[in-house]
């Protein structure tokens, strides 16, 4: 019976497991447009808020340990691959970073078409080919009016993605911890573009400078660009761009804070942006220039996403630009895909981004918690199986014994089977010490002494008994107190490698903190898990085996008591 309810036990701890493995394993399908990837994935494309009808559009997306599993993908993510919404046609794309070992990835990806009247808008994306080669492309995945690029990553800090051919020089340092990935830090030193064609302002194509900007403190007088006649700067707080003798003022920046600033000329017209919105235009000469360029000048803040272009962008694509690029971008969602290519409604697998998220010493400590909680649970399953027979043991024997009259009280071992009753032993052990006095030819006589040292023997079999029914409750101690700290320790400690990771890696947005915030409390969690159960248990067997302890106790002093009144000397 007892091997039954183990087995089942077994059947019943495997069946679990592997429920926890299917839901915690990330929803991934097989490749519908190649079969040589094996993974695909789902992103859907925000386009709420989206007004007008844009093509060939650039936008980043952020990968990280909550939305991507970097384990399937090649170390480098040259197996990347984006497809278009009919899963045929392979999309241009550039990947600004990718980090395997702090799972952070930025990628930019050229969309054919935002159409707002399109809800449904989506893209896939393909992993898991060890054979794949890199298909990253930065020049195709800017469109041709794009004339420079600088996402200032740390492994090119002053390189251009778009044109190879506009060669920049300054001094200005790496920041790790910028809006995408890394950007610079100026201090008051600009950079310099030299003088290209591909960057020169026409007065027929029009013209478009953008920037993320971060003023290190607010008021400062500062270039951002200056380019001839041409200039955008900052005065006190505000933006002033200044064309020959006009000017359009307007705007109001912030200090310490992430901004989009941009500027653009078309014939005649100037304008002026802060995160997407038009705060400024007027009316300025027509000009032509052909002079290098001049970047931050006088600048004291940090700087990222750089871009220039030989067409005035549409007030459209700067909002977009400004809505997709920003910390809290909602443009593209990562999903999962199931079996049959389909979304899941977007319901992101918590489990299984707390389990990949989870870092070494958050494993270990959930691994010595899942050995602990197995090993009181077996505890309680063994306390609890010899509490229960005990108990009914010595129910049986006691109404026995109580029933038991002078004549036979030397004689209830014989044809008796009380195999878990501590009664019983404790009856056996004052009988063989009775007996040691016992002569067969003469009467049955006890004296004090006598009475004493059987007493003393009873008593240290009742010593043994209870260290039996005690023995492995300091288990169940060791899981109340231990596992809650151990848990604890396993979350501080993930949680200062988490740190540490974005620390290295520049990244600071929430999506890149909350993954390893969330499963180092995993660890936390997984220590209350064996703590409660073994508390609850603890409990309910203590209060047992105390009722047990002092069952025995009261017998001990019942049977010598009557031993004494029936074979003592008078």
């Known amino acids: 019976m007892r091997a039954a309810f183990l087995s089942s036990t077994l059947k019943s701890n495997i069946l679990v497991y592997f429920m926890v493995?299917?839901?915690?394993?990330?929803?991934?399908?097989?490749?519908?447009?190649?079969?040589?990837w094996d993974s695909s994935a789902k992103i859907s494309v925000n386009t709420q808020g989206i007004t007008e009808t844009l093509t060939q559009v650039p936008v980043a997306i952020r990968l990280h340990s909550g939305n991507f599993d970097f384990i399937n993908a090649?170390?480098?993510?040259?197996?990347l691959r984006f497809i278009a919404a009919d899963e045929?046609?392979?999309?241009?794309?550039?990947?600004?970073?990718?980090?395997?070992?702090?799972?952070?990835?930025?990628?930019?990806?050229?969309?054919?078409?935002?159409?707002?009247?399109?809800?449904?808008?989506?893209?896939?994306?393909?992993?898991?080919?060890?054979?794949?080669?890199?298909?990253?492309?930065?020049?195709?995945?800017?469109?041709?009016?794009?004339?420079?690029?600088?996402?200032?990553?740390?492994?090119?800090?002053?390189?251009?993605?778009?044109?190879s051919s506009v060669v920049a020089n300054g001094e200005v340092l790496a920041q790790k911890a910028g809006l995408l990935g890394e950007s610079v830090t100026f201090a008051a030193k600009p950079i310099l573009l030299s003088s290209n064609p591909a960057t020169n302002i026409s007065a027929i194509t029009g013209y478009t400078w953008s920037a993320w900007i971060k003023p290190a403190s607010l008021p400062q007088t500062a270039n951002l660009y200056m380019q001839g006649s041409v200039s955008l700067a900052i005065a006190s707080e505000k933006l002033t761009l200044n064309i020959g003798e006009a000017s359009v003022v307007g705007g109001e920046l912030k200090g310490g804070a992430w901004q989009h600033v941009a500027f653009t000329l078309e014939g005649g017209k100037a304008n002026i942006y802060i995160n997407g919105v038009a705060v400024a235009s007027g009316d300025v000469p027509v000009t032509e220039v052909a002079d290098e360029i001049s970047?931050?000048?006088?600048?004291?803040?940090?700087?990222?996403?750089?871009?220039?272009?030989?067409?005035?962008?549409?007030?459209?694509?700067?909002?977009?630009?400004?809505?997709?690029?920003?910390?809290?971008?909602?443009?593209?969602?990562?999903?999962?895909?199931?079996?049959?290519?389909?979304?899941?409604?977007?319901?992101?697998?918590?489990?299984?981004?707390?389990?990949?998220?989870?870092?070494?010493?958050?494993?270990?400590?959930?691994?010595?918690?899942?050995?602990?909680?197995?090993?009181s649970i077996w505890v309680m399953l063994q306390k609890a199986m010899l509490v229960s027979k005990t108990d009914k043991d010595n129910k049986k024997f006691l109404a026995r014994f109580q029933k038991t009259n002078s004549d036979d009280l030397l004689t209830l071992d014989?044809?008796?089977?009380?195999?878990?009753?501590?009664?019983?032993?404790?009856?056996?052990?004052?009988?063989?010490?009775?007996?040691?006095?016992?002569?067969?030819?003469?009467?049955?006589?006890?004296?004090?002494?006598?009475?004493?040292?059987?007493?003393?023997?009873?008593?240290?079999?009742?010593?043994?008994?209870?260290?039996?029914?005690?023995?492995?409750?300091?288990?169940?101690?060791?899981?109340?107190?231990?596992?809650?700290?151990?848990?604890?320790?396993?979350?501080?400690?993930?949680?200062?490698?988490?740190?540490?990771?974005?620390?290295a890696a520049g990244d600071v947005n929430v999506n890149a903190i909350a993954p390893g915030i969330a499963a180092a409390l995993l660890a936390t969690v997984a220590g209350l898990a064996v703590a409660i159960p073994a508390l609850f248990g603890y409990n309910y067997l203590a209060s047992r085996i105390k009722t047990i302890t002092i069952a025995m106790q009261i017998f001990v002093d019942e049977f010598v008591t009557r031993s004494a009144e029936l074979f003592g000397k008078e």
């Open 88 to 163: 045929k046609t392979e999309l241009n794309y550039y990947i600004e970073k990718f980090d395997s070992v702090n799972e952070l990835a930025i990628v930019w990806i050229q969309l054919p078409k935002i159409d707002p009247a399109e809800k449904e808008a989506h893209i896939w994306m393909y992993t898991g080919n060890e054979n794949a080669t890199a298909a990253s492309n930065a020049k195709a995945t800017w469109d041709a009016n794009t004339v420079a690029a600088y996402h200032f990553a740390e492994a090119g800090l002053l390189r251009d993605s778009a044109n």
């Open 295 to 375: 970047i931050g000048e006088g600048f004291i803040g940090d700087m990222d996403e750089m871009e220039i272009a030989s067409v005035a962008r549409r007030p459209g694509m700067l909002a977009l630009v400004a809505a997709n690029q920003g910390a809290e971008s909602k443009l593209l969602t990562l999903s999962a895909a199931d079996d049959e290519g389909n979304d899941e409604g977007g319901e992101a697998n918590y489990i299984g981004i707390l389990i990949n998220s989870l870092t070494v010493d958050a494993k270990i400590v959930i691994g010595i918690l899942a050995v602990m909680f197995v090993i």
């Open 21 to 36: 493995c299917i839901c915690s394993s990330p929803l991934m399908a097989n490749a519908a447009w190649n079969k040589d």
């Open 74 to 79: 090649k170390i480098d993510g040259s197996d």
């Open 414 to 503: 014989i044809g008796a089977s009380y195999p878990n009753s501590t009664l019983f032993k404790l009856y056996l052990a004052g009988l063989r010490e009775i007996k040691k006095r016992q002569h067969p030819e003469q009467k049955l006589s006890l004296s004090g002494a006598s009475m004493d040292a059987i007493k003393a023997a009873i008593d240290a079999d009742l010593v043994r008994e209870t260290q039996k029914q005690n023995a492995g409750m300091v288990l169940l101690t060791i899981a109340i107190s231990g596992g809650p700290f151990l848990g604890l320790l396993g979350t501080v400690v993930g949680v200062m490698i988490t740190f540490a990771a974005i620390a």
